[in-house]
Nanobody, 115 residues
Framework: QVQVVESGGGLVQPGGSLRLACAASGSIADITTMGWYRQYPGKPRLSIAL???????SYDGSVKGRFTISRDNTKNLMYLQMNSLKPEDTALYYC?????????WGQGTQVTVSS
C-alpha cells in the first residue's frame, strides 16, 4: 500500500484554475497506476484521471480536455492541473494508487467552484 496526502484545494471562481498535489510516503516509480478521484456529498467516490508509470493517461469525460494528470517519480509526487473549472467540479478530491498498490483513503482536499 501507499500512503498519500492531498493538497492544493480551495475556493475558486468558475473558469479559474487550481493545481492539486499528491505526496506519497514512498517511491511511486514502480506503481503501475495512480489516479485522482472525486466525491460529491452522499455519492460514491469516482475515478476522474489515471496515469500509468509509463505516463499513459486516461480521463473521465467530464474532465477530459480541462484537467491534466501528471506524476514526478523522482519526487514521489502526482499532480492534477485543473483548468476551466465549473461549479460541478465542486467536490472532495482524493489521490491513490490503483490495483494491488491501493492504500487507505486520506482526508482529501476540498475544491469549491463558486462565484
Amino acid at each position: 500500500q501507499v500512503q498519500v496526502v492531498e493538497s492544493g484545494g480551495g475556493l475558486v471562481q468558475p473558469g479559474g484554475s487550481l493545481r492539486l498535489a499528491c505526496a506519497a510516503s514512498g517511491s511511486i516509480a514502480d506503481i503501475t497506476t495512480m489516479g485522482w478521484y472525486r466525491q460529491y456529498p452522499g455519492k460514491p467516490r469516482l475515478s476522474i484521471a489515471l496515469i500509468t508509470k509509463d505516463d499513459v493517461t486516461s480521463y473521465d469525460g467530464s474532465v477530459k480536455g480541462r484537467f491534466t494528470i501528471s506524476r514526478d517519480n523522482t519526487k514521489n509526487l502526482m499532480y492534477l492541473q485543473m483548468n476551466s473549472l465549473k461549479p460541478e467540479d465542486t467536490a472532495l478530491y482524493y489521490c491513490n494508487a490503483g490495483g494491488a498498490w491501493r492504500g487507505s483513503w486520506g482526508q482529501g482536499t476540498q475544491v469549491t467552484v463558486s462565484s
